[in-house]
């Protein structure tokens, strides 16, 4: 409007309202914004397009030269007073998307500490899981191979006469049960010494 005023061609008018409609869509556009109050951006337009009504019919009396008399001056003021309206309202705006910004950062900040305690006891309570885990699978494995161990040495020491309890069904079990069966085994072959030994001691007598 001011170019076409200081050219004093109306042609100009029409490059101002492409203007005018180009803000228009920058008013829609920045209502699809979450983050952006659009009761805001609609006083802000509805301003915006008061200002624009006015300071076009002024710029028109003016491009027809008509008489420039104390309505006109007050035509001005009023122009001034609407636009300094608009920049008051868009600092207003500017200031709460600048305050609305800052707390989505301290709340993503947040979420962010919230997340990573998360994660951390995540792992700690994991870490104890394995911890456990591991330690009843060693001494699910450890308990019946010392078992089997101390069997053996007892055996080797000449003690038949322990009992060797049956494990579970894995290697270590299967273990246990063929030292029980070899334990048996050596009682019967003892027995049957014994046995040979006093009927040989009774036919010598005879």
Known sequence: LRDSV????TEALTTADEGRDE???AF???????????????KLRGSFDDYYSHARRTAERWLRKEQMG???????????????AIRADLGALTQSNKAAMLDAFASARRTMRNLAAFMALTVVFTLLAVAWASARTARAITVPLMAAVEA???VAQGDLALRI??????????????????????????????????????????
């Open 70 to 84: 104390d309505d006109f001056v007050a035509a001005l003021g009023t122009m001034t007073q609407k636009y300094n």
């Open 165 to 206: 309890a049956g494990g579970g069904q894995d290697e270590t079990g299967r273990l246990l049960r063929s030292l029980a069966a070899m334990v048996e085994r050596l009682r019967e072959v003892i027995r049957d010494v014994h046995a040979n030994a006093e009927s040989l001691s009774s036919a010598a007598a005879q």
């Open 28 to 42: 829609d556009e920045l209502k699809t914004n979450p983050t952006v109050d659009a009761a805001a951006i609609d």
């Open 23 to 25: 803000a228009y869509r």
């Open 152 to 154: 053996a040495q007892r």
């Open 6 to 9: 200081a050219s004093g061609d």
